[in-house]
């Protein structure tokens, strides 16, 4: 399985709800990554879990709330977000947050409306 | 902060020609990474270069580590309508335990049969 897997792909919530991303890789890997993309903008680094520790929090706001359950799954929760929140959330992984050369692996992402 | 520099920023182009693009950055990078990405879907990697001065081929894409380590170039040769997308190229920010991988600014691709 060479798969990073995300769901749901597509989320439309209001302003008060509360909701989940998920993301899941059977790779082995011992890194996962959130990154916000907007439309025709590169990807940016949101979160870093390293073997299940939150190793890097790029000043994301609090409404944001990742969560690494085991080495497999990384999800993001999500509570109160704005309109400006809307964007492709995408999930990876690789072997070793030290070792980011041999590539992330990304999954589809989750493209999130705030309405 | 540190930021990659792509060009150019989009390309409309006839299938079968060549394309050329390139990354460029302030500071040295040890890794340079090249990724494509499909309306909808994730960045998938096309090609990873470790050393100043590599030429690595995957098919009809062939990239180049710049030798000042500041910039990396990827060619794509015959194009085809397959091959639109969004190109970018990417890098570890060096020192510390944790890398964190930048991305280029991307280079829109759109290739018309």
């Known amino acids: 399985d060479t798969e990073v897997t995300q769901t749901p792909k597509h989320l439309v919530m209001g302003m008060t709800n509360k909701k989940s991303l998920k993301c899941e890789q059977h790779m082995g890997h011992r890194a996962m990554y959130w990154y916000k993309q907007k439309a025709k903008k590169p990807p940016e680094l949101m979160f870093v879990?390293?073997?299940?520790?939150?190793?890097i929090n790029e000043s994301v706001p609090s409404r944001f709330s990742p969560e690494c359950p085991n080495s497999s799954l990384l999800n993001l929760h999500l509570h109160a977000l704005q309109p400006e929140d809307s964007a492709l959330y995408l999930c990876?992984?690789?072997?070793?947050?030290?070792?980011?050369?041999?590539?992330?692996?990304f999954g589809s992402g989750t493209r999130l409306t705030v309405v | 902060g540190q930021q990659l520099n792509q060009s150019p920023q989009s390309m409309f182009i006839q299938e079968g020609e060549d394309v050329s693009m390139n990354c460029t950055s302030s500071?040295?990078?040890?890794?340079w990474l090249w990724y494509k990405q499909d309306p909808g879907e994730g960045p998938v990697l096309l090609i990873a270069?470790?050393?100043?001065?590599e030429l690595t081929s995957n098919g009809r894409l062939t990239a180049q580590f710049g030798i000042t380590r500041k910039d990396s170039f990827l060619n794509i040769s015959a194009s085809i309508p397959s091959d639109v997308g969004i190109y970018f190229c990417?890098?570890?920010?060096?020192?510390?335990?944790?890398?964190?991988?930048?991305f280029g600014t991307g280079t829109l691709l759109a290739v018309q049969p």
């Open positions: 990876a992984s690789s072997q070793d947050s030290g070792r980011p050369s041999n590539g992330y692996t």
């Open positions: 500071s040295i990078f040890n890794t």
């Open positions: 879990y390293s073997y299940e520790k939150l190793s």
């Open positions: 270069l470790y050393k100043a001065g």
């Open positions: 990417a890098g570890p920010i060096p020192g510390g335990a944790t890398n964190k991988l930048i």
